[in-house]
């Protein structure tokens, strides 16, 4: 039984990498608003769907993920504007139900065109494993890995070491100081929100190299990306990486040593347990969080 | 009340947050290189009327005009771009950054030569000079309302609006902030101060308003020499 760890523990990590981008694109959002968008799986399946589109139409496919990710980042910085931003002052239950709403209208206008037809994206590479001592290695991965290691690293350095990122965490810190130095607030607000529609945009196009895709996949992702948020600390980046990745590995040693039933409700009973028992988990300060 | 060398004029501002009007129909003027004092009881509009001034609360009927453009109800990153640039009560400053950070943010809008901004801020608060690189959180409220007012002037503001800039602190800070206010005064800079503290407000103010339930309800000159005792009792009788 033992034997069988490093493997589940690598293919652990590989997928986890993958919860951590989602959980990181919701936070990005959750950091400007203080609002988790509850639709936010769905625009990480509509991340996949428009890839699928583009290269569908015969565009190569770097032009075709670029133009997917830049049109997510425009979806998500127009909801925000058009749809949250007029009633961000509200009752939080507003906001909740305003972004499952418009996370149910894209699920319906995919159905429209899929139904439950599921697709898979094809791969710009062969499909290979590599042998690692006894652990298997494939080539998703690592390119998942290699991905979501290049966008973290691209975000440490855009946030730590760019005039962008100072003004972003002076957002972070202080809204009402970022008005008072002249920031277009409104404005910013929409631009992260589409950033982390971009971002879940590339975990949807990664998942799809995982799984096949259905317009319900924004379920799977949202709940994920959620118990990786709840678990590293709501709020917290660094944290967002770290649950994401200890999901991926907690869903595959349950997974194998308990039941394969866990496989499918681990992020579900991590979201529980860490909600009650630990309420601002690995690197959060607080569970302030507003729905 | 408007003079020609007006270059804020407000006239008629109702304001409030959402079921609860604030301001019913207020009216005031500041030169330029005035300082003009918002003086009255808890309750009776002076934020509401900086805030309203800086956008942060959108007025429901009124003008306000800066410079002869129309600014009432503009969203505030547009209001600060001409010029007009506040200091809030609760200073809102970036306590994970450091003193030089704060400032620099505080010219990124309106651009301006860093360098020298900065050496102009260092020069009013030589203290911020000597603490640039620590962090704002572990400062005490004198030397964080330093930054704040600091981070202001890097925005080479047109006109300063002041919340309570003694508010909460010890006396040797109130000495140190009326000392700063005079020094911008001096250097021609206008200003909108509420303050609750009279003598301070009567140190540096050219002008006192003494607003009630939402409007002035009148105003002096500073010059005209009125007693502290009696501005109390038009205030609050």
Redesign the interface.
């Known amino acids: 039984m033992l034997a069988v760890l490093p493997q589940l523990l690598v293919s652990g990590v590989a997928t986890g990498m993958l919860y951590a981008l989602i959980a990181l694109s919701l936070t990005v959002g959750y950091r400007a608003t203080t609002v988790v968008n509850f639709g936010h799986g769905d625009m990480v399946m509509a991340g996949a769907y428009a890839a699928l589109v583009l290269v569908g139409w015969g565009l190569p496919y770097a032009p075709a993920l670029l133009l997917a990710l830049a049109g997510l980042f425009l979806l998500g910085a127009a909801t925000q504007r058009a749809l949250l931003q007029p009633i961000l002052a509200g009752p939080h239950l507003s906001l909740a139900m305003m972004a499952l709403a418009i996370g149910y209208a894209m699920r319906g206008a995919a159905r429209m065109e899929w139904g439950s037809e599921v697709v898979t994206l094809p791969r710009p590479y062969e499909q290979d494993a590599f042998m690692l001592g006894t652990v298997v290695l494939t080539m998703d991965e690592l390119v998942i890995a290699g991905v979501v290691l290049a966008l973290l690293a691209a975000l440490v350095v855009i946030i730590n070491l760019t005039?962008v990122g100072?003004?972003i965490?002076?957002v972070f810190?202080?809204q009402?100081?970022a008005?008072?130095?002249?920031?277009?607030?409104?404005s910013f607000h929409g631009a992260m929100w589409g950033a982390g529609a971009a971002l879940g945009a590339a975990g949807g196009i990664l998942l799809g190299l995982l799984v096949p895709l259905t317009p319900d996949i924004g379920v799977y992702t949202l709940i994920r990306g959620f118990a990786a948020m709840t678990l590293g600390g709501f709020g917290s980046p660094i944290g967002a990486v770290v649950g994401g990745v200890v999901l991926g590995v907690m869903e595959k040693l349950l997974g194998f040593y308990v039941s394969t039933v866990f496989i499918d409700i681990t992020a579900y009973l991590v979201t529980i347990l860490v909600l009650l028992i630990w309420p601002s988990g690995l690197f959060g300060r607080r569970a302030a969080v507003r729905v | 009340m408007a003079t020609p060398d007006a270059i804020l004029v407000a006239r008629g501002v109702e304001a409030g947050y959402a079921k609860k009007q604030i301001l019913f129909g207020l009216d005031f003027s500041v030169s330029r290189s005035e300082v003009v004092a918002l003086l009255g009881a808890n309750g009776s509009g002076k934020s509401t009327a900086l805030n309203t001034v800086s956008g942060f609360v959108r007025p429901q009927a009124g003008s306000i005009r800066f410079e002869g453009a129309e600014i009432a109800g503009k969203a505030p990153h547009r209001i600060f771009r001409l010029g007009v640039v506040q200091v809030s009560q609760a200073r809102d400053l970036f306590s994970e950054m450091s003193v030089e950070e704060n400032l620099r943010l505080g010219a990124w809008v309106r651009g301006g030569e860093v360098a020298r901004l900065l050496d102009g801020v260092y020069q009013s608060f030589p203290r911020l000079a000597e603490r640039r690189r620590q962090m704002v959180r572990l400062m005490s409220g004198g030397e964080q309302q330093m930054v704040a007012i600091g981070r202001a002037l890097m925005a080479d503001p047109r006109i300063l609006l002041l919340d309570e800039p003694s508010g909460g602190l010890a006396p040797s800070f109130v000495a140190e902030i009326a000392a700063i206010i005079k020094a911008l005064k001096a250097r021609g800079i206008a200003m909108l101060i509420i303050e609750q503290n009279i003598k301070l407000a009567l140190s540096v103010a050219d002008r006192f308003l003494i607003l009630r339930d939402g409007r002035v309800s009148q105003q002096h000159d500073v010059k005209a020499g009125m007693r502290e005792e009696e501005i109390v009792r038009r205030i609050y009788l």
């Open positions: 005039p100072r003004l965490q002076a810190q202080s009402r100081g008005a008072l130095v002249g920031l277009d607030v409104h």
